[in-house]
């Protein structure tokens, strides 16, 4: 079920009415409890909002279990991983300068828009771990950039010239392993476009390793469909210009 109308005080879920339904009682009661157990396991989640937490849950089916213990590792994960509470331009310059990544504009649902040219990212030309936390910086700026009352992001994979000097299999599993286990419920919808055959080769490797829910948000557009497709999601006016809409690209590290 997703909400028509939330709204977030001091981080905590309130209820309000819309169109005569009420928000999901029983998750805001999972929210409580999970955040009941994983605070005998890790008081930092004092430090966590509602949302955080319910997003979480979601990305388990509401088990409480299975997601306090994704939660869990993820606390963990990002003390070591993200010490200083975030992850400076400056230990990814490698990363950064193959300007492979932008943020502009937002879809019909106000969700943000993220574009991504594959046949930029050059493996060869960093380490895997610098690449996690490339993943792992751009992941933290889309949710510091979101708007309002909004959780989720659109992506735009644009594969043309993509060949195997590109191919980074641990590259694609350990972005996937971030996204999904320590950013659930963040990805709204993955159009993939210009896809070479080539590429096909990577995508049976990582295939497996998505989960189910990611897997219905994935799209393959096919190259004649491509303006009409993102169209039906995104105004004209939000659309990037290089795909036939009005607004400039804009890298994930600049303001």
């Given amino acids: 079920m997703e909400f028509n109308n939330i709204e977030e005080s001091n ?6 009415k819309e169109n ?9 009661s999972k929210v409580r409890l999970m955040r009941a157990f994983v605070g005998r396991e890790d008081p930092s989640v004092k430090e966590v909002d509602d949302l955080m937490i319910r997003r979480f849950l ?9 997601a306090s213990t994704l939660f869990l590792k993820y606390l963990s994960w990002r003390r070591s991983f993200i010490p200083n509470g975030f992850i400076s331009p400056s230990e990814i310059p490698n990363e950064l300068a193959q300007n492979k990544l932008f ?6 649902q106000n969700r943000p828009i993220v574009v991504v040219f594959g046949a930029r990212h050059k493996p060869y030309k960093g380490s895997l771990e610098d690449f996690k936390r490339f993943v792992a910086y751009t992941l933290e700026r889309i949710c510091a950039r979101m708007p309002a009352g909004q959780e989720k992001f659109v992506s735009i994979a644009d594969l ?6 590109n191919s980074d299999i641990r590259g694609y599993l350990a972005a996937l392993s971030i996204l999904q286990d320590c950013y659930p419920e963040r990805l709204g919808k993955l159009f993939i476009v210009h896809v070479p055959y080539v590429f096909m080769t990577a995508w049976k490797v990582v295939y497996p390793f998505i989960d189910s829910k990611t897997k219905k948000k994935i799209i393959f557009v096919e190259n004649k469909k491509l303006k009409s497709t993102l169209l039906g999601d995104i105004e004209e006016s939000q659309l990037p210009d290089v795909y036939g809409g009005k607004l400039s690209l804009v890298p994930i590290q600049d303001d």
């Fill in 160 to 165: 043309e010239g993509w060949g195997y000097s």
């Fill in 11 to 16: 981080g905590v879920i309130t209820e309000e």
């Fill in 58 to 66: 979601r990305a388990r089916e509401l088990d409480i279990e299975k």
């Fill in 20 to 28: 005569g339904n009420e928000v999901d009682e029983i998750e805001q």
């Fill in 103 to 108: 943020m502009q504009g937002v879809d019909r």
